[in-house]
């Protein structure tokens, strides 16, 4: 999906929740697997949630089970991250991705967006 465009980034204390949107400009087909990722300062890009568009299946980063929920919206080709119990170490920009693979590493995407900040106060 060229063009994927997120949003709903930004400054958020400890404890509290966020929820980022991603559209695409057109459909996403059923055999796609939109993803999240992070990156931190300093860091390697860290995977956070996938989930397959077709059968809604999901999977998570160890980071960030039980805290943050994956979702679609496929008539509005929307997926979204449901982010709550924020941390401090949450504090990264967030990248919205999309792969015809079941994958969980970057270099297994081969579309992104721009990303979006966020930051948790502690």
């Known amino acids: 999906q060229v063009g994927l465009a997120e949003s709903g980034g930004g400054l958020v204390q400890a404890g509290g929740s966020l929820r980022l949107s991603c559209t695409a400009p057109?459909?996403?087909?059923?055999?796609?697997?939109m993803g999240w990722f992070r990156q931190a300062p300093g860091k390697e890009r860290e995977f956070v949630a996938a989930i397959r568009w077709s059968r809604d299946r999901t999977m998570y980063g160890d980071s960030v089970k039980g805290r943050f929920t994956i979702s679609r919206e496929s008539a509005k080709n929307t997926v979204y991250l449901q982010m709550n119990s924020l941390r401090p170490e949450d504090t990264a920009v967030y990248y919205c991705?999309?792969?015809?693979?079941?994958?969980?590493?970057?270099?297994?995407?081969?579309?992104w967006g721009q990303g979006t900040q966020v930051t948790v106060s502690s």
């Open positions: 991705a999309g792969s015809s693979q079941w994958a969980s590493y970057p270099n297994e995407y081969d579309s």
């Open positions: 057109g459909r996403i087909y059923s055999s796609r697997v």
